[in-house]
């Protein structure tokens, strides 16, 4: 086999022919084709392209089975009878001739070629989590590629054929080692170049540091609180949100740079008080509104709720005091059997006493009693005043028995002491109509008193849920208010016994916070639930929440980390007495010398590093200190960065794949390049 110039319509080619002749008949041959088969520009470029891909997609191998399977049709009846070894000079003749009209084109068919190899074999042996692992791995896919491709490609014997594929294996190999590094370089500097200024537009917006942002952008991302998370939990704060509140972690941020110290410490400490002091403000305006008012002693406040009564019922039961029984009538004669066969001397004995305290002029009750104690009769039966102070003596009376019955609750002598009088009370007020009237106008002072009492009570654990629900089930709306006033009255109380400590000596904060805790228990928010209604207590509750935020972010800075402050100053000491540049080279440490003043003037010396250092610490407690408006800002450009730096990523590791990828089919068309085989 040699190599002979043909020229064809105007151009040289060189022809691979067994001698002169064979060459001259094939060159004859392409000249007929050409003629008899004009092309255009375009569909020359199309079969260019066409065979460089099946060259590379064949490992070389396409111009002979090509010829094969020409010379196979070639036999059969009608064929054109052409045998293997011609039909194969023809097919390179061609390649070679439409390689050298579009080498470009012929160039970017092999490439594709060699893509769609690599696009099956190179995702399994390119996935390594390491730079070295797919450096190693393109390097073998790409070496084991351009080998087999340098094999099938060349047109000698197997010798030369096994020559070749060790040199266009190395190439391979080669090509296939540099394509991922060349990749890393590109990912990374596409992902700093685009985290660089993802990082700047966020600390722009947030108005700080970049480094100080980051830092909290890191520690938001850590417990998931940069996002709805945490901008649900800023909004939970209200208008005294600061965008500590965002997380757990950004409240132990906060605690690390407050104890770090530096500049901004004291204000940090300043705005979180001012914060604990503004919200102990809103929770004491939010506990008058949705429970009566400013607190009033129980007692207090009964009394002036009997003064407010006094003097309508002065009017109504004095006039119900003017009237006579007729104890002639049904009900006259129905109370007199009462009096006489039911009461106990001890009630009647009550009733007297009461009068004396009261100062009433009536006069005494006179009634004769047997060596049993039992009333037998009246000097003169009693008339409406003391009808009505033995009704109340029964009460007394009955009040004492409470308690001593099973469960705590009343016995049996006091429940028929209660169902005397009111049986007393309801014969006497259809015998006198104007008693009825005073007993419906006491009715009222007297039932908001007892639910302001029943009221001061709620917040105590042996008062239950059910035993609060069913006495509210009762109640007037008047009655509901005085109870909800009983609670805010018994809340007070409680705050106003917190006692000062001496590290932390802001009672307000510490009575806020005893008043919070109390509040804390899911019993006591559904009994003051059933005073005041489900609606207000959500309000009630939901600003409390807010309050808590507050003083929990006040209490994580708290003067309690010792260790941390320890250390921290201790580095700063250290920093500061370390030797400059001019002391170690008087110390006879020449080297150290040149070192520290490098670090000097770079900004790496320690005190310098220590001075950044803080300042760091001073903007990340600031920017986490910041007003509601401000903080929510911060916090949607740290969110937004986060999101554009995890899109960088993503862009990084499919530029480091596509550009990793190319070094495999690149190390056909390299090897054939370098080694002058099959262009």
Do not use: C, W
């Amino acid at each position: 086999m040699g190599v002979f110039d043909v020229e064809v319509n105007g151009k040289v080619y060189e022809v691979e022919a067994p001698d002169a002749q064979a060459a001259a008949a094939a060159g004859e041959k392409l000249k007929v084709q050409y003629t008899s088969q004009p092309e255009t520009g375009l569909m020359e470029r199309i079969r260019t392209g066409a065979q460089g891909f099946a060259d590379t997609a064949s490992f070389g191998l396409s111009d002979e089975a090509a010829a094969l399977v020409g010379s196979v049709g070639g036999m059969l009846p009608g064929g054109h009878g052409k045998g293997y070894d011609e039909l194969l000079t023809e097919v390179r003749a061609q390649q070679e001739a439409d390689a050298a009209a579009n080498p470009g084109t012929h160039l970017a068919g092999q490439i594709s070629g060699g893509l769609g190899q690599a696009a099956a074999a190179g995702p399994a042996f390119l996935a390594s989590p390491t730079l070295g692992g797919r450096v190693l791995a393109s390097a073998g896919l790409g070496g084991a590629q351009g080998a087999g491709y340098g094999f099938g490609s060349d047109e000698g014997g197997v010798v030369n054929r096994g020559q070749n594929a060790l040199v266009q294996g190395g190439i391979g190999a080669t090509i296939g080692a540099v394509a991922p590094l060349v990749a890393q370089g590109a990912s990374s500097a596409y992902r700093g170049v685009k985290d660089f200024m993802a990082k700047q537009a966020a600390a722009k917006t947030a108005g700080a540091n970049p480094a100080a942002v980051q830092r909290i952008q890191e520690i938001l991302s850590a417990d998931d609180t940069l996002g709805a998370t945490g901008r649900a939990n800023i909004q939970r704060a209200g208008p005294n949100a600061m965008l500590a509140d965002a997380g757990p972690n950004a409240r132990q941020a906060l605690d690390a740079a407050v104890q770090f110290g530096g500049r901004g410490t004291a204000g940090t400490r300043a705005a979180i008080d001012e914060r604990a002091a503004r919200a102990a403000q809103d929770m004491t305006a939010s506990l008058d509104l949705r429970l009566g008012g400013p607190p009033v002693g129980v007692e207090t406040a009964r009394a002036g709720i009997r003064e407010e009564a006094k003097p309508i019922l002065d009017t109504v039961y004095k006039e119900a005091y003017s009237k006579p029984i007729d104890y002639a009538s049904q009900q006259g004669q129905a109370i007199e059997s009462m009096i006489k066969n039911r009461v106990p001397k001890s009630a009647i004995d009550e009733a007297n006493t009461l009068m004396r305290l009261n100062g009433d002029t009536s006069k005494q009750i006179m009634a004769h009693v047997d060596d049993a104690g039992n009333v037998t009769g009246f000097e003169t039966l009693p008339d409406v005043r003391q009808v009505d102070y033995i009704t109340r003596g029964l009460n007394s009376v009955a009040e004492a028995e409470k308690g001593k019955g099973g469960l705590g609750g009343q016995t049996t002598m006091g429940s028929a002491y209660q169902n005397l009088s009111r049986q007393l009370r309801t014969t006497l007020r259809e015998a006198v109509p104007e008693y009825g009237t005073a007993l419906d106008t006491a009715a009222d002072p007297i039932s908001r008193s007892q639910a302001l009492k029943f009221g001061s009570n709620i917040l105590r654990g042996n008062l239950t849920r059910d035993e609060v629900s069913r006495e509210v089930a009762g109640m007037s709306q008047a009655e509901r208010i005085a109870a909800a006033q009983g609670i805010r009255a018994q809340i007070d109380e409680q705050m106003s016994n917190v006692q000062r400590a001496l590290t932390d000596p802001d009672m307000g904060a510490r009575e806020a916070v005893k008043g919070l805790k109390t509040f804390s228990s899911r019993a006591v928010r559904e009994k003051v639930a059933h005073v005041i209604g489900e609606d207000e207590a959500a309000q009630l509750f939901g600003d409390l929440d807010r309050a808590a935020m507050s003083f929990d972010l006040r209490a994580a800075i708290a003067d309690n980390s010792k260790t941390f402050t320890r250390g921290a100053l201790d580095e700063g000491i250290d920093a500061s007495m370390a030797p400059n540049a001019l002391q170690q080279l008087i110390g006879g440490k020449p080297i150290k010398a040149g070192q520290r003043l490098a670090e000097t003037i770079t900004g790496q010396a320690p005190a310098q590093l220590n001075a950044q250092k803080q300042e760091i610490y001073a903007q990340i407690a600031d920017l986490l200190t910041r007003p509601a408006g401000q903080a929510t800002q911060a916090f949607n450009a740290m969110t937004d960065s986060a999101a554009q730096q995890a899109l960088n990523q993503v862009r990084a590791d499919q530029i480091r794949r596509i550009v990793g990828a190319s070094g495999v089919p690149l190390s056909y068309p390299g090897g054939a390049l370098l080694t002058g085989k099959r262009q």
